[in-house]
């Protein structure tokens, strides 16, 4: 690769390609396999040429770049933290007699003992390691291949359920372990929140858990809902206790929270009825677990056991089977979202999975419909495994006649063309303000937490008021105190809930300009992106000619906030889109005009 930047579109075009597949490709291996393959700096010499060519070439910047995965991988990864007891994996039961031929295994590896045993959820999270020492927590690693895993101390110190130190008396070395996740509502409400900001949506909770944790910057995952359950023990300098059941008291005391379903079960009975329990109380669980985790509650007994390779002899995990079931496919129905995103979703004849109705399944996009030929009137197989939406697995048959499924070409809300852009995965409405769909969902936003965060507008009352035509742009809003006698007299409402919405809308007429950017819903700007944005430009006047001025391409203004760290120039073009415009620029004018937009402070 030479230093001089490509002479032509195609050229750069085909170097931006490579580019991209080279940096993703180093992230795989760096964070899902923990296996990197290239060194520190010749992943960032990758990064810093493909900045310059986005730079030059601010038209050709892909979808994919790098450059627009905001706070995920960056140049230097975690050091790496060797465990003091290696960190294994549990054996597998997948019945009752796999279970019952744990117990029988053990007790004849022990003679003739009597068992007893705790039975845990097992949470689908990420493994941790914590160590303290001296009563004060020293490290944090993740599980890694085992021996060694990735040094994430700095950010296990931002979850807020970790003692950072432990009461005396406590042993002047301890690693404690167990498991880092984030409960279905918070995934849910975190997907949300990464949707509207045009970042990464996680699969599951699980992988939401992961990708939070394992980010280089700790504020990030400050800002990312994580707990921890408590449940095992690695290297002690002195012992804690002589039954696990009596370590998880001792945890307990210390700080830690553990699942308060574990329970002790006195014999291979008491066992077996546990798991029926936990099956049946899984959907209600505010956390997704994968089944549950027995272990021989006396340490003593573990100690003698040990292990065989990689898995204890006296711990096993029961795994549910994973929760199908056959159904019809009804319809395919399509959503827009807040920026026009098309989404597919599938309306399916309610069937119960697992515990739980289900009558929608995401279809994820369009290739995904295409890769498994899901057609209408189809007979569907559906599966809830860990995740949280569910999901079509496979079609077994055709409904006679069933044609494929063809993409819209057009908005189904706003009748404006559909396109989708080479190398995008999602076809989008160019409606953009004139399409009623983009146009709620924005106020849907505007009005959300992390944005105007307006108390008693939420979704349904944003819905209810865009329908009835109280609300339409922004700025109506701020106008709606016009229309309190209309509000007041509305089904459910009356005087008081009227006055108490105005009042709570009044209050946000003084607003930060990093609230009042977020709110504005422009795609990949979130939360983090609007305080960078504010903190650079400082005032409102100054960021609106700014942003004007960087709908130029090869501006100044343009290539001053293509050079904010970590806003780069993907996601430039995306705000430069929004300014050329005018309509929003209108909309957005017609809004700021009923504020009073507080400066922010310079960095
Ligand atoms: S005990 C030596 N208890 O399951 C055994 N693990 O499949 C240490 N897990 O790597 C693990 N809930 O990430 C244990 N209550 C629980 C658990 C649990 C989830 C995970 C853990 C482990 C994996 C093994």
Redesign the pocket.
């Known amino acids: 690769m030479t230093d001089a930047l490509p002479a032509t579109d195609a050229e750069a075009a085909v170097e931006l390609e490579r580019l991209a597949l080279l940096i993703g490709e180093a992230d795989r291996a760096y964070h899902e396999r923990d296996a990197p393959e290239l060194s520190d700096a010749e992943y960032d010499a990758l990064r810093r040429r493909n900045d310059a060519i986005e730079m030059a070439f601010p038209h050709l910047v892909r979808p994919d770049s790098p450059s627009a995965r905001v706070g995920a991988a960056a140049s230097s990864g975690f050091g790496k933290l060797r465990h003091g007891v290696p ?4 054996d597998n039961a997948f019945g009752p007699e796999d279970f019952s031929e744990f117990a029988e295994r053990a007790r004849r590896f022990l003679g003739d003992v009597s068992l007893s045993f705790v039975g ?4 689908d ?3 941790i390691s914590l160590t303290y020492e001296n009563g004060a927590l020293r490290h944090a690693a993740t ?1 890694g291949d085992g021996s060694e895993g990735e040094d994430v101390t700095a950010n296990i110190r931002t979850i807020a359920g970790i003692p950072h130190s432990l009461p005396t008396p406590c042993p002047a070395r301890i690693e404690i ?1 167990g ?1 880092v996740f984030i409960t279905k509502a918070d995934f849910l409400a975190l997907n949300a929140a990464q949707e509207a900001a045009g970042q990464k949506i996680f699969a599951n909770p699980r992988n939401a858990a992961a990708g939070s944790l394992r980010q280089l910057d700790p504020a990030i995952t400050a800002a990312r809902p994580l707990r921890l ?1 408590a ?2 023990m690695g290297e002690a300098s002195e012992a804690v206790a002589s039954t696990h059941w009596g370590y998880l008291e001792r945890l307990r005391a210390w700080g830690f929270s553990v ?1 308060d379903r574990s329970t002790q079960l006195a014999d291979v009975a008491a066992a077996l009825a546990f798991q029926d329990q936990m099956a049946a109380d899984r959907a209600a669980l505010a956390y997704d677990i994968d089944g549950v ?1 027995y ?1 021989i509650d006396d340490l003593d007994l573990q100690s003698r056991l040990g292990f065989v390779g990689r ?2 002899r006296w ?1 096993i ?1 029961w795994k549910f089977p994973a929760e199908r079931a056959t159904t019809t496919l009804q319809a395919i129905l399509i959503q827009v979202g807040r920026t026009g995103a098309l989404t597919p979703v599938a309306a399916l004849a309610a069937v119960n999975v697992g515990g739980v109705l289900v009558t929608r399944a995401t279809l994820h996009n369009e290739d995904e419909i295409a890769r498994k030929d899901i057609r209408v009137g189809d007979t569907v197989v559906l599966q809830r495994a860990g995740d949280v939406i569910p999901q079509i697995v496979e079609v077994l048959a055709h409904q006679e006649g069933a044609a494929p499924f063809m993409p819209l070409t057009h908005c189904p809300v706003c009748g404006s063309a559909a396109v989708r852009p080479q190398g995008e995965v999602v076809r989008r409405c160019t409606g953009g303000l004139i399409c009623a769909a983009q146009a709620e969902e924005r106020l849907i936003h505007l009005a959300s937490r992390g944005a105007f965060d307006i108390e008693g507008l939420g979704e349904k009352t944003v819905r209810e008021f865009f329908t009835e035509d109280l609300l339409k742009t922004p700025a109506d809003i701020f106008r709606l105190r016009d229309h309190e006698a209309a509000i007041a007299a509305r089904e459910g409402w009356g005087a008081l809930s009227a006055r108490n919405l105005l009042q709570a809308i009044e209050t946000r007429r003084a607003i930060s300009l990093e609230r009042f950017i977020f709110g504005l819903g422009i795609r990949r700007i979130g939360e983090a992106n609007a305080k960078l944005l504010a903190r650079h430009y400082t005032s409102f006047a100054n960021w609106r000619t700014q942003m004007l001025d960087a709908v130029q391409i090869g501006s100044e203004a343009r290539s001053d906030l293509g050079a904010i760290l970590r806003i780069g120039p993907a996601i430039a073009t995306e705000l430069a889109e929004f300014f050329a415009e005018p309509r929003n620029v209108e909309t957005m004018d017609a809004l700021a005009a009923q504020l009073t937009i507080a400066d922010a402070a310079a960095p």
């Not at 960190?87 to 549990?90: D, E, G, I, Q």
């Not at 845990?120 to 949470?123: S, W």
Request: proline fraction near 8%; avoid cysteine; aromatic fraction near 8%.
């Open positions: 960190m294994l994996s549990l845990e959820p097992k949470i999270g990420l493994s599980r372990r498991e359950f449940y095992a699942n985790v272990k898995a204890p711990a995990a």
